[in-house]
T-cell receptor, first 116, second 115 residues
Framework: AQTVTQSQPEMSVQEAETVTLSCTYDTSESDYYLFWYKQPPSRQMILVIRQEAYKQQNATENRFSVNFQKAAKSFSLKISDSQLGDAAMYFCAYHPNTGANSKLTFGKGITLSVRP | NAGVTQTPKFQVLKTGQSMTLQCAQDMNHEYMSWYRQDPGMGLRLIHYSVGAGITDQGEVPNGYNVSRSTTEDFPLRLLSAAPSQTSVYFC??????????????FGPGTRLTVL
């Protein structure tokens, strides 16, 4: 069974600084997708960034980028120039590309606070 | 498009009561799913559906029933609510679950308390 581990329950960053959120996963599949979701206090789940396992290039979306290490099964999220609006819970998630019954598996999440 | 909508936003039940959480999407998505979110547990899959008339169990299906009579709707039923079902429930949908993965769109969630 696939598992997703986020070992840090909480992190804090100074506004305008950079922070890295860690995630590791376990799978025997070679073709899959990895995601970071943001959940602000409004509860809405927002997709931040997505990485396809077959792509060697790390995904980037504006201030958000990932460090995808397939051999190490590591998928960290880097937030540059942190803003107060980045304060939220962040979830790492894994989805195998194995057809209709494949499922999205989430980590337990990390709460990020941003200090002004 | 309204996206994924869920009703109600909040609900309080007594142990043993039944209720249905509603979920609808207007994006013509084939794949729909229900998750529960508990503190320190992340989101866990309850049930999912790959199309009308087809449903399957996820990681934590006990105590919940689902049906998918139309593409748009995917209700979640609690037949006899228990305090352990106190949680925040999310419905999500994506274009399909067959071909290459499509982004899942989440509803706003329902906070359920069972006394």
């Amino acid at each position: 069974a696939q598992t997703v581990t986020q070992s840090q329950p909480e992190m804090s960053v100074q506004e305008a600084e950079t922070v890295t959120l860690s995630c590791t996963y376990d799978t025997s599949e070679s073709d899959y997708y990895l995601f970071w979701y943001k959940q602000p206090p409004s509860r809405q789940m927002i997709l931040v960034i997505r990485q396809e396992a077959y792509k060697q290039q790390n995904a980037t979306e504006n201030r958000f980028s990932v460090n995808f290490q397939k051999a190490a099964k590591s998928f960290s999220l880097k937030i540059s120039d942190s803003q107060l609006g980045d304060a939220a819970m962040y979830f790492c998630a894994y989805h195998p590309n194995t057809g209709a019954n494949s499922k999205l598996t989430f980590g337990k999440g990390i709460t990020l606070s941003v200090r002004p | 498009n309204a996206g994924v909508t869920q009703t109600p936003k909040f609900q309080v039940l007594k142990t043993g009561q039944s209720m249905t959480l509603q979920c609808a999407q207007d994006m013509n998505h084939e794949y729909m799913s229900w998750y529960r979110q508990d503190p320190g547990m992340g989101l866990r899959l309850i049930h999912y559906s790959v199309g009308a008339g087809i449903t399957d169990q996820g990681e934590v299906p006990n105590g919940y029933n689902v049906s998918r009579s139309t593409t748009e709707d995917f209700p979640l039923r609690l037949l006899s609510a228990a305090p352990s079902q106190t949680s925040v429930y999310f419905c999500a949908s994506s274009l399909d679950g067959v071909s290459s993965y499509n982004e899942q769109f989440f509803g706003p969630g329902t906070r359920l308390t069972v006394l």
